[in-house]
């Protein structure tokens, strides 16, 4: 486990981040759920405080801090996905039940934290050798909302859409 993590703030939803997450992403897990042993600011006891859970090897905590607290872009969590199929199902599942789809592949979940949601192909497309085909890519995703492999691929090569 890294001696840095993340540590995310929910007003009472921790747990309920946390699972949802680990769900999505191979080599994850909840690693423990530790529960308030006073009444506090962070709800009462028997009440949860802190899940310490693994997302793809990397440590993480959900804190229930007692009050809500806004995320923004400052920080994002990049998921690498190997194809379009991956990039559609973490995309529509971390949408659901509330989050908002934003530009270039980033969305914000029910939670409101940050993510984007890139195929791995991606760096090969807009840093590409061909520059003329890199910035093509580079203008396409900049008008995609989920980022689209094949179009990228379009794009970079030259070719209108189908």
């Given amino acids: 486990m890294s001696k840095i993590s993340p540590c995310l703030w929910f007003n009472g939803k921790a747990e309920e981040a946390a699972k949802l ?3 999505l992403v191979p080599d994850s897990r909840i690693d423990t759920v530790q529960k308030n042993i006073i009444d506090g600011p962070a709800g009462k006891a028997g009440t949860v405080l802190v899940v310490e ?3 793809a ?3 993480f905590m959900a804190l229930n801090g007692g009050m809500k607290m806004e995320y923004t872009h400052a920080v994002s969590f990049k998921i690498d996905c190997a194809d379009q199929a991956e990039v559609d199902r973490l995309w529509d599942a971390l949408l659901a039940n509330g989050g908002k789809a ?3 592949g980033w969305l914000r979940d029910r939670f409101g934290v940050s993510w984007q949601i890139v195929p791995s192909v991606l760096p090969k497309y807009i840093g590409g050798p061909d520059k003329a085909g890199a910035a093509r ?3 396409a995703m ?3 909302v989920k980022l689209d492999i094949e179009g990228l691929r379009r794009a970079y090569e030259g070719k209108s859409a189908a």
């Fill in 21 to 23: 997450y680990v769900s």
């Fill in 53 to 55: 859970f693994t997302l």
């Fill in 57 to 59: 090897g990397q440590g």
């Fill in 102 to 104: 934003e530009q270039c």
């Fill in 137 to 139: 890519a580079m203008q």
């Fill in 142 to 144: 900049l008008g995609m």
